[in-house]
């Protein structure tokens, strides 16, 4: 399944017709192979979730990203998550999981999943619905770190569902999940300069100038995450005690 989203991928990088038809086609082909790939069985951990709603709900933070392209723009949700493992003492817990297509860290004393997806950045909204559906996570408990071109690099920000404004990771995880729901973390990279394509500009790495910036936004970004988290817990607690009142 791989190899056939890396040909379609190929394919519609090498297509020469009107950049919207490309695009359209691109969007076409990867929904498909979304769909066909989540049509393998993942469904019977669902099982489980009753359970952990009675043990409190979990969390996921997802950092998208393409595998083996770490250190560029495009997964700089990645670094901001490996960055979020280190502060809670879990970066060496990482392990590979190919049923999720991804490497997770599985912290239960917070009821939080980590999710570093292993597939292209276009279908990674596949590994984030088959660790959604083995962990019982559900979509608005679901974090997207991701890249945002809009955003000057150094500034971050919280987006609460909605549109995927262009972002090919966040429009998988929406096809996938079927909702548009689940909040982003939104890390600026800024837009090209000069003549510098779009494509060549969040596949490229960061300038040597640029990783003092990036340190404090890993930093900053981590902050938020964590505020997020514990603004969601303590949400989840009074909801249980507003239900265990009536």
Request: proline share 4%; hydrophobic share 40%; glycine share 10%.
């Amino acid at each position: 399944m791989i190899r056939l989203v890396g040909i379609f991928t190929s394919l519609c990088c090498t297509l020469l017709p009107p950049r919207r038809y490309l695009l359209t086609m691109q969007r076409f082909l990867t929904r498909i192979v979304s769909r066909l790939w989540l049509s393998e069985p993942v469904a019977a951990a669902m099982t489980t979730e009753t359970q952990l709603h009675e043990q409190g709900r979990r969390r996921m933070v997802v950092g998208l990203g393409n595998p083996g392209m770490e250190g560029t723009r495009h997964s700089v949700g990645m670094a901001v998550v490996s960055a979020l493992a280190a502060r809670l003492c879990l970066g060496k817990c990482w392990s590979g999981d190919r049923q999720l297509c991804g490497e997770v860290v599985v912290a239960d004393a917070r009821r939080l999943v980590l999710l570093r997806p292993r597939v292209l950045m276009n279908v990674n909204g596949v590994a984030v619905a088959k660790a959604a559906s083995k962990y019982g996570v559900q979509p608005e408990d679901i974090l997207l770190v991701h890249d945002e071109l809009d955003k000057p690099l150094g500034k971050v920000g919280i987006k609460h569902g909605g549109s995927a404004r262009g972002h090919n990771g966040v429009r998988s995880c929406m096809d996938c999940l079927r909702t548009d729901v689940m909040p982003r973390l939104r890390v600026g990279i800024g837009r090209p300069a000069g003549k510098t394509s779009v494509e060549h500009h969040v596949m490229g790495r960061f300038f040597a100038e640029e990783w003092k910036i990036l340190d404090y936004v890993l930093v900053q970004s981590v902050d938020i995450l964590m505020s997020q988290l514990g603004n969601q817990e303590e949400k989840c607690s009074s909801s249980s005690s507003s239900a265990g009142g009536r």
